[in-house]
C-alpha cells in the first residue's frame, strides 16, 4: 500500500538483552524492543457508527508500515522488521506498531586501555530517502521505567557479565531511529588474571642483578621471564579486536620485553667481566670504583681495606703444631735410655754403682753371697735390655705416627689456606661487575618507569 503524505513516526524503544558478543570481530547481537507510532488519516472513523468499536488489531501486512532497513547490518539474512505482527489501529487513526527483534550489528571497540576499555554499538534503522517521512524520538508511555528515558541522554548502567551497560535512543537526521549500547569493561577479572602477573613478572626480573654472579644462571632466569611474557601478549591479542594502535598494555608488555632484552646482553657482559684477571686502570678505577659506586649507594670501592688476620693466624697454628709433631719425632732411644739411667740413679738401684752394705752383711761374705748378688746384676742388665728392645719399638710406632699426622695436618692446613685466600681474593673486576649490577638495577627500574607514560603518549598519537 502507499504511504500517508508528509507522516511523522515517533518511535521509543529498550534494549533487552545482549544475545552475544564477540570482541574480536566486534559485532553484537542485542535483543531490541522498538514501538513505532504515526497518524494515518486513511484509518478514521466515527466509534458511534461501527458500535463504539475504538481500536481494532490488523496483521501489519495488510496496511502501510514504514520499511526500515538495519544499519551497520553484520547478518545477511537480516532484511529488516517483521512486517507480520499484529498492528492496533485507533478512530482517530493513530496506528501503533510494537516489534521485538533480534539485530546483529557491527561495534566500535576502543581497546586502548584494555582492560578498562570500551564498546560502543550504533543500530540504526532507516527508512527510504525517496519518502518525506519524519522520524522523531518520543518518550515511552507504557508505564515501565525503562520507556521513561528521555531521548538522547544514558541510562543508569547496567551489570551484563562481563560488561557494564548503558542505553541511549536517538533521531539521526529525522531520518534514523537509533539505539546506542555503550559497553565498559569491567576490569577486575582481566587485572587479577593479566595485568597482575604481568606487573609481578617485570619486579622479578630485577632479581636478575641481584642474583650472585657466581651462583645460579641470570640468563636463564631472564629468558624464562620473557617468555612469560610473550604468553601474556598472545593472550592480549587473541581477545581484542586488531585495530590501527596496539591496545596500551600491549604495548607496554612489548616494550618491557624489549628492556628485558637489552639488560639481558648487560648482563651478560658483567658475567663476562666477572671472570677476568687483573686490574683496572687508575681513571677507569677512579670512575667506576669511587664515583659511579657512590653514586649506586655502594661507597668509596677504591679504599684500602685492613687485611685479615686469618691468613696469619692460620699459618702460626700450622707452625706451632708442626713443630710440636718434631719435637715428639726427635725424642730418640738414647733420650729414652738416659730416662732410665736417670730412674735408677734417684731411686738409688743402679746396680752399677750399688755396693753392699759394711754393717750387717760383712757376716755374708761367703761364696753364696757373692753368686746371689751376681744374679740381681744379671737380672737387671736383661731388664735393661727388654727395656732398651721396647723403647725402640715404641719410638719407632712413635716416629711413624707423628710423621703422618704432621704431614696430614700440613695439608690440610694448606688447602684450607688456599681456600681461605680464594675466597677472600677480590679483584677489581669483581668490585666494577658489583657496581654495574647495580647501575644496571637503577637503569632497569627507571626505564619501566618511563616507559609508561611514554608508550600512553606515543600510543595515542
Not at 537526521?173 to 602477573?197: N, Y
Not at 664515583?291 to 692460620?314: H, I, Q, S, W
Not at 707452625?319 to 731411686?347: C, K, P, Q, R
Amino acid at each position: 500500500s502507499l504511504a500517508p503524505e508528509n507522516v511523522t513516526i515517533n518511535f521509543t524503544g529498550i534494549g533487552e538483552q545482549i544475545v552475544d558478543l564477540d570482541e574480536k570481530r566486534e559485532v553484537i547481537v542485542a535483543a531490541l524492543a522498538i514501538k513505532f507510532t504515526w497518524q494515518d488519516s486513511r484509518l478514521k472513523w466515527a466509534p458511534t457508527y461501527y458500535g463504539g468499536i475504538e481500536t481494532f488489531s490488523v496483521p501489519g501486512s495488510s496496511i502501510w508500515t514504514p520499511a526500515f532497513t538495519v544499519k551497520r547490518n553484520a547478518d545477511a539474512g537480516q532484511q529488516g522488521l517483521q512486517t507480520d505482527v499484529p498492528v492496533r489501529v485507533s478512530s482517530d487513526g493513530l496506528v501503533e506498531w510494537s516489534v521485538e527483534t533480534l539485530t546483529t550489528t557491527l561495534c566500535d571497540a576502543d581497546p586502548f586501555f584494555f582492560p578498562a576499555d570500551t564498546m560502543e554499538c550504533h543500530i540504526c534503522f532507516s527508512t527510504a530517502k525517496a519518502l518525506e517521512q519524519t522520524i522523531h524520538c518520543h518518550r515511552g508511555s507504557s508505564g515501565r521505567d525503562e520507556d521513561n528515558i528521555p531521548c538522547d541522554s544514558f541510562t543508569d548502567a547496567v551489570d551484563e557479565g562481563e560488561w557494564y551497560r548503558q542505553d541511549k535512543i536517538f533521531a539521526k537526521d529525522k531520518k534514523e531511529a537509533c539505539f546506542v549500547l555503550q559497553l565498559s569493561r569491567v576490569p577486575l577479572f582481566h587485572i587479577a588474571t593479566t595485568v597482575g602477573p604481568c606487573v609481578i613478572l617485570i619486579v622479578l626480573m630485577t632479581i636478575t642483578f641481584i642474583m650472585p654472579l657466581d651462583r645460579g644462571d641470570r640468563i636463564a632466569y631472564g629468558v624464562t621471564i620473557q617468555l612469560t611474557m610473550v604468553v601474556s601478549l598472545v593472550f592480549v591479542t587473541e581477545v581484542l579486536p586488531v585495530k590501527g594502535a596496539l591496545p596500551f598494555f600491549a604495548t607496554l608488555i612489548i616494550v618491557s620485553m624489549a628492556l628485558m632484552g637489552i639488560f639481558l646482553f648487560f648482563t651478560l657482559a658483567v658475567l663476562i667481566l666477572h671472570d677476568k684477571g687483573g686490574s683496572l686502570s687508575p681513571a677507569t678505577k677512579v670512575f667506576f670504583l669511587r664515583y659511579m659506586a657512590r653514586l649506586v649507594l655502594l661507597g668509596d670501592l677504591t679504599e684500602e681495606k685492613p687485611a685479615d688476620d686469618n691468613e696469619a693466624a692460620m699459618d702460626n697454628s700450622d707452625t706451632d703444631l708442626t713443630n710440636h709433631a718434631f719435637n715428639a719425632h726427635d725424642m730418640t732411644v738414647d733420650d729414652l735410655e738416659g730416662t732410665t739411667e736417670i730412674w735408677f740413679h734417684e731411686s738409688g738401684n743402679d746396680p752399677r754403682t750399688t755396693t753392699s752394705p759394711s754393717t750387717s752383711q760383712t757376716s755374708f761374705d761367703s761364696a753364696s753371697g757373692s753368686s746371689d748378688f751376681l744374679k740381681l746384676i744379671a737380672s737387671v742388665e736383661a731388664v735393661r735390655a727388654e727395656m732398651k728392645q721396647t723403647a725402640k719399638a715404641v719410638t719407632k710406632a712413635l716416629n711413624n705416627g707423628t710423621e703422618k699426622l704432621s704431614q696430614a695436618v700440613k695439608s690440610g692446613t694448606e688447602e684450607l689456606v688456599k681456600a681461605v685466600k680464594n675466597e677472600e681474593e677480590v679483584t677489581d673486576y669483581i668490585l666494577l661487575t658489583k657496581v654495574l649490577d647495580r647501575l644496571c638495577l637503577v637503569l632497569y627500574i627507571i626505564s619501566i618507569i618511563a616507559a609508561i607514560p611514554m608508550t600512553m603518549h606515543l600510543g595515542r598519537k
